[in-house]
């Protein structure tokens, strides 16, 4: 079992910076791909980010490509990501999540830090 625990969320002017981070107990990070995911009100969880376990390499959702670093420390066991640039269309709840499958879906999530980008 793994348990994740968002932070860094919070209120921030356009075209600001956040860093979220996400730490995980009961299980090393180690051997599972993670990732972020966002959920704006009344819409559906959107895949963001996610890392692979294997060789580090990253893969973005389109509306944050260049804007979004994601990265992980395993010694650590968390999961960052860095937010820059950010515009009020980012505002969302965002959850960590590992053994993320497919862009889509994962095996564990966390409970969510709310981002609030005010314009």
Do not use: H
């Not at 860093?19 to 959107?46: D, H, I, V």
């Not at 010694?75 to 965002?94: C, G, R, W």
């Amino acid at each position: 079992q793994v348990q994740l625990v968002e932070s860094g969320g919070g209120l921030v002017q356009a075209g600001g910076s956040l860093r979220l981070s996400c730490a995980a107990s009961g299980r090393t990070l180690r051997n599972y791909n993670m990732g972020w995911f966002r959920q704006a009100p009344g819409k559906e969880r959107l895949f963001v980010a996610v890392i692979s376990w294997n060789d580090g390499s990253t893969y973005y959702g389109d509306s944050v490509k260049g804007r979004f670093t994601i990265s992980r420390d395993n010694a650590k066991n968390t999961v960052y990501l860095q937010m820059s640039a950010l515009k009020p269309e980012d505002t969302a709840v965002y959850y960590c999540a590992a053994d993320v499958k497919r862009y889509s879906s994962a095996g564990y999530w966390g409970q969510g830090t709310q981002v609030t980008v005010s314009s």
